[in-house]
């Protein structure tokens, strides 16, 4: 079975553009998370969907930052403007329902580099 | 203070020994508790659940504290594929899971 795919895997842009990452749950999960990953900060959860719909953005960090999902199999994180210190690697991970404890499955993230 | 608070190490070990981690956090409403394991440059990868009464999974074992708020993982006969980055978690306020900044470990010839 294909487990959560993000792209790209790689993002290197200069500060000021548009920054979109993607991911594809796995299919039949109905919970999305997206987390940022620093040296500093750890792993921080920034927003998590639930049948499509986000229960609870309070982790993004500021209105540059925007998610969406679309549909079940598909989900975009955005930051517009990029700044460097956005830089990190950013995850996507799925569950199969909306129960805290039920294990959430991590795709490869994908490392951004904004200079 | 920080939700969860582990030990970053590294903690360096002859293959063979037995290591241990311990984890410690702050919301004693937290109802459930995980170790997860993240290779270098890899994503996170549930480990084990913890239990009160305790678990065990192969080389593996999991204790949870509630009266002191802290988590343990002990590693028996450590192999060298065990290096790698071990995360404590835990379920905190919502549908939401807190991640320590994870203890790494190195198993040395």
């Known amino acids: 079975d294909a487990g959560v795919i993000q792209s790209p895997r790689h993002e290197v842009t200069e500060m000021g553009q548009e920054v979109t990452l993607r991911c594809k749950p796995i299919?039949?999960?109905?919970?999305l998370f997206w987390y940022r990953q620093t040296m500093m900060r750890g792993l921080e959860l920034l927003i998590y969907f639930n049948n499509n719909v986000p229960i609870d953005d309070s982790g993004m960090p500021e209105d540059r930052f925007s998610a969406k999902m679309p549909n079940a199999s598909f989900s975009t994180l955005k930051i517009q403007p990029s700044e460097p210190r956005d830089s990190a690697v950013y995850f996507c991970?799925?569950?199969?329902?909306?129960?805290?404890?039920?294990?959430?499955?991590f795709g490869p993230g994908t490392r951004l580099l904004v200079l | 203070r920080k939700e969860v608070e582990q030990d970053p190490g590294p903690f360096n070990v002859p293959e063979g020994a037995t290591v241990a981690f311990n984890c410690t956090y702050s919301?004693?409403?937290?109802?459930?508790f995980f170790w997860y394991r993240q290779d270098c440059r890899k994503e996170p990868k549930l480990l084990m659940s913890?239990?009160?009464s305790g678990n065990e999974d192969g080389r593996f074992t999991a204790q949870l504290n509630r009266a002191s708020q802290y988590i343990s993982l002990l590693i028996r006969d450590s192999k060298l594929s065990d290096s790698a980055t071990y995360l404590c978690v835990l379920t905190g306020g919502g549908n939401k899971l807190t991640f320590g900044t994870g203890t790494q470990l190195k198993v040395e010839l």
């Open positions: 919301n004693s409403a937290s109802q459930s």
């Open positions: 991970a799925s569950s199969r329902g909306g129960l805290a404890e039920e294990t959430q499955y």
């Open positions: 913890v239990y009160s």
């Open positions: 299919s039949g999960h109905n919970s």
